[in-house]
């Protein structure tokens, strides 16, 4: 009786119906956790610029201070020599 439980054991962690295999998408860690240094700073912004960024951030369901460093960060990326 005991092989009757170990055998439906195994057969209930296989895959059930069809199984496509996907490639790995993933970037490798180094690139998903920041490694730049963050440093903290104070900014006086537009209150309309805030608003479009909390607009954006709600639309993706991402973070406005997220979204803003990415901007920062790509604006920086893009003119830096």
């Given at each position: 009786?005991?092989?009757?439980?170990?055998?439906?054991?195994?057969?209930?962690?296989?895959?059930?119906?069809?199984?496509?295999?996907?490639?790995?998408?993933?970037?490798?860690?180094?690139?998903?956790?920041?490694?730049?240094?963050?440093v903290?700073?104070?900014?006086?912004?537009?209150?309309s610029?805030?608003?479009?960024?909390?607009?954006?951030?709600?639309?993706?369901?991402?973070?406005?201070?997220?979204?803003?460093?990415?901007?920062?960060?790509?604006?920086?990326?893009?003119?830096?020599a």
């Amino acid at each position: 009786m005991k092989k009757k439980s170990a055998k439906r054991k195994l057969e209930s962690e296989m895959p059930v119906g069809k199984v496509t295999r996907v490639d790995d998408f993933l970037p490798p860690p180094e690139v998903l956790f920041a490694t730049d240094d963050r440093v903290k700073i104070t900014i006086e912004i537009e209150g309309s610029t805030l608003d479009f960024f909390k607009e954006q951030a709600d639309k993706t369901g991402n973070k406005y201070q997220r979204l803003m460093r990415q901007v920062l960060k790509q604006y920086a990326k893009k003119y830096s020599a």
